[in-house]
């Protein structure tokens, strides 16, 4: 657990990077009130938490490199304890995610020294990443293997098979005492090797210097709510100089609504909705994401559908 003075640096931001005179680029993102809120609105045993914190981290850290108006989805989903782990990522930078996990065998691989990890967790499954660019274009996903014990090691494999881009990434969860009570934080980092061409010749040398100095960055650091991005990228890769533009924002917003849940209800014959009706009169219905409970009366539902 980390302890923190009051000042803090700016959070919920992933800031895109270059390395000065070096064909590496990358992303670095900074999450503090908008993961807290995302994973407070469930009560995830905290190897579940940190499973998602990791997911939001991610899809922060790739969705924010998309070049349209669109969404992310980042998912795992496999036959171990968590059954699945999803986080859903727009172009506003709008985040929201959450996890399915049987909490009994959650707690039976939760009993070792170690914190168990992706693939503990998940077992044998996929790693997939899905891009939709709205109602009118195809949605293109990217699946593979959940191979290494982390979301960073499948986000890996996945650039390797899916995109041939050389890429590394660490992501880091954790809570800290920050101001009144502990909150959620979770960071992550992405570096990529641009493709060599004529002009550009080998960039293998590049990525393997910049690959030493990203192996020293730790977990405490990319968590750190007083170490700012720009602090933390020149602490890493002052000694060839580092170019950080204009950092992206990041919040917690999922898109359910009142409208949402009725038209949703309306899907189903009047004869099932009956079955749904509770006690004080009123259907309720809460979101899988964000743990909101809506109350709708079957009148409201039979009365839009005359």
């Known amino acids: 657990m980390t302890t923190s003075p009051l000042n ?51 899809a922060a850290l790739v969705g924010s490199n998309l070049k349209f108006e669109g969404r992310l989805i980042v998912e795992a989903r496999g036959d171990g304890p968590v059954r699945f782990v999803v986080c859903d990522y727009d172009t506003s930078g709008a985040l929201r995610g959450y996890c399915g996990f049987d909490p009994e065998a959650v707690t039976r691989v939760s009993e070792g020294f170690a914190r168990p990890g992706a693939r503990t967790l998940l077992g044998d499954g996929h790693f997939m990443m899905t891009v939709d660019q709205g109602p009118d274009m195809d949605r293109y996903q990217g699946v593979t293997a959940i191979e290494g014990e982390t979301l960073a090691l499948c986000a890996e494999q996945y650039f390797a098979q899916s995109e041939q881009t050389p890429t ?114 009123r259907i309720h219905v809460t979101c899988e994401y964000c743990s909101k409970v809506y109350a709708v009366a079957p009148a409201a539902l039979e009365a839009a559908a005359q």
């Open 8 to 58: 803090t640096a700016p959070d919920d931001r992933v800031a895109p990077f270059q390395i000065e005179g070096e064909p590496v680029r990358g992303r670095l993102a900074r999450l503090g009130p908008s993961v807290d809120a995302i994973l407070r609105a469930h009560d995830y045993p905290e190897p579940v938490a940190n499973l998602l914190g990791e997911a939001c981290a991610l």
């Open 168 to 281: 590394r990434v660490r992501l880091a969860v954790g809570q800290v005492d920050q101001g009144e009570g502990r909150h959620w934080r979770a960071g992550g980092m992405l570096i990529q090797s641009v493709a060599e061409d004529d002009a550009r010749g080998s960039t293998t040398e590049a990525w393997v210097r910049t690959q030493a100095f990203f192996e020293t960055v730790g977990e405490d650091e990319l968590i750190d709510p007083v170490l700012s991005s720009q602090q933390l990228l020149f602490r890493l890769f002052h000694e060839d100089g580092v170019r950080v533009f204009e950092a992206q924002p990041l919040r917690a917003f999922c898109r359910c609504s009142q409208d949402r849940i009725e038209n949703v209800l309306k899907s189903f014959a009047a004869s099932e909705r009956v079955d749904m009706v509770e006690p004080d009169g």
